[in-house]
């Protein structure tokens, strides 16, 4: 079973940014659609972005688009968010999703997409 390790988050300033990892364990990281979801205690979780396996197509919440970008290095199993103008409502757990059926073309924003969940990593910005 392929596992996910997220981590870069932590504590920054509003307007700053921060670049969040995720690295898989299994070599099939390759063949999967990725994404990240983020979640605020007592809320849903709430879809942030998505990437096709092959880096081709990629999917933005309204509140991600303009200010993070999504992207991967397959060669190194790992996931990146790089999230730029920081807001306190940016405040969550931020979590590595992945569907591992292999080589799928739909990148949707939807949870049931995504079967395997890393731990998740804090972001906290403040004011």
């Known amino acids: 079973q392929v596992q996910l390790v997220e981590s870069g988050g932590g504590l920054v300033q509003a307007g700053g940014s921060l670049r969040l990892s995720c690295t898989a364990s299994?070599?099939?990281?390759?063949?999967?659609?990725m994404g990240w979801f983020r979640q605020v205690p007592g809320m849903e979780r709430e879809f942030v972005a998505a990437?096709?396996?092959?880096?081709?197509?990629?999917y933005y919440s309204d509140s991600a688009k303009g200010r993070f970008t999504i992207s991967r290095e397959n060669a190194k199993y790992t996931l990146y968010l790089q999230m730029n103008s920081l807001k306190p409502e940016d405040t969550a757990v931020y979590y590595c999703?992945?569907?591992?059926?292999?080589?799928?073309?739909?990148?949707?924003?939807?949870?049931?997409?995504?079967?395997?969940w890393g731990q998740g990593t804090q972001v906290t910005v403040s004011s």
């Open positions: 999703v992945a569907d591992s059926r292999r080589f799928v073309h739909e990148v949707t924003p939807y949870q049931n997409q995504y079967d395997l």
């Open positions: 990437i096709g396996w092959d880096g081709g197509s990629t």
């Open positions: 299994g070599r099939s990281f390759g063949s999967y659609v």
